[in-house]
């Protein structure tokens, strides 16, 4: 069974417009989440993370938000540019809970194409 | 500094021969880690590295894959008697310590085609 799922296979924007990757979780011990961003013949990258004692984490374009009680996750790009087209992964792990901490379980992955 | 480094790049190999995939991390990093990810899926943890300690081999899929570490650095991972069904993606990642919250810094892959 999926325990961290990306339902948007793909996902299509304009350039300057908000992106949102959608996430969500099964297993209520995650409570570390992250967002890894990955190009074509390259290992995916750290992009962003959250913990879960918070509901938002900003990097300068890289909003998350963590909605705990809907197990729920977005990663939000704004304004989107073309250089942010890649694959986007989803990442849960529970750092705080001991056994298997550091096992970073993955979503399938949401391909996001930034149209000029 | 130099990243996380893997070879080959690209395997193919015939159903039955063993194969043997390396990952060099990133000096000073304790911590290593496989993942492989097949067609269409997700990244999966195979097993975990952190200095000394016995590996954690709990994602390993069957008995005909297996991994060690030499000396705290290089390490390599073996598949025998290869299937169609290994075919994927394999991904080595290091990190520091191996804290659960550390990022974890991958590598580009091995790209193995099982015929």
């Known amino acids: 069974d999926q325990q961290v799922k990306q339902n948007s296979p793909s996902l299509s924007v304009q350039e300057g417009r908000i992106s949102i990757l959608n996430c969500d979780y099964t297993n209520s011990m995650f409570d570390y989440f992250l967002w890894y961003k990955k190009y074509p013949a390259e290992g995916p990258t750290f992009l962003i993370s959250i913990s879960s004692i918070k509901d938002k984490n900003e990097d300068g374009r890289f909003t998350v938000f963590l909605n705990k009680s809907a197990k729920h996750l977005s990663l939000h790009i704004v304004p989107s540019q073309p250089g942010d087209s890649a694959v986007y992964f989803c990442?849960?792990?529970?750092?705080?809970?001991?056994?298997?901490?550091?096992?970073?379980?993955f979503g399938k992955g949401t391909k996001l194409s930034v149209i000029p | 500094g130099a990243g996380v480094s893997q070879s080959p790049s690209n395997k193919v190999t015939e159903k039955g021969k063993d194969v043997e995939l390396r990952c060099d991390p990133i000096?000073?990093?304790?911590?290593l880690y496989w993942y492989r990810q097949s067609l269409g899926q997700g990244l999966e943890f195979l097993i975990y590295?952190?200095?000394?300690?016995?590996?954690?081999k709990s994602g390993l899929p069957s008995d005909r894959f297996s991994a060690e570490r030499t000396g705290g650095s290089v390490s390599t991972l073996t598949i025998q008697r290869t299937q169609q069904e290994d075919s994927a993606v394999y991904l080595c990642?290091?990190?520091?310590?191996?804290?659960?919250?550390?990022?974890?810094?991958f590598g580009p892959g091995t790209r193995l085609l099982v015929l």
């Open positions: 590295f952190q200095g000394n300690s016995a590996p954690d």
């Open positions: 990642a290091s990190s520091p310590q191996g804290f659960g919250t550390e990022t974890q810094y």
């Open positions: 990442a849960a792990s529970a750092p705080y809970s001991g056994a298997g901490s550091y096992q970073l379980t």
């Open positions: 000096s000073g990093h304790t911590a």
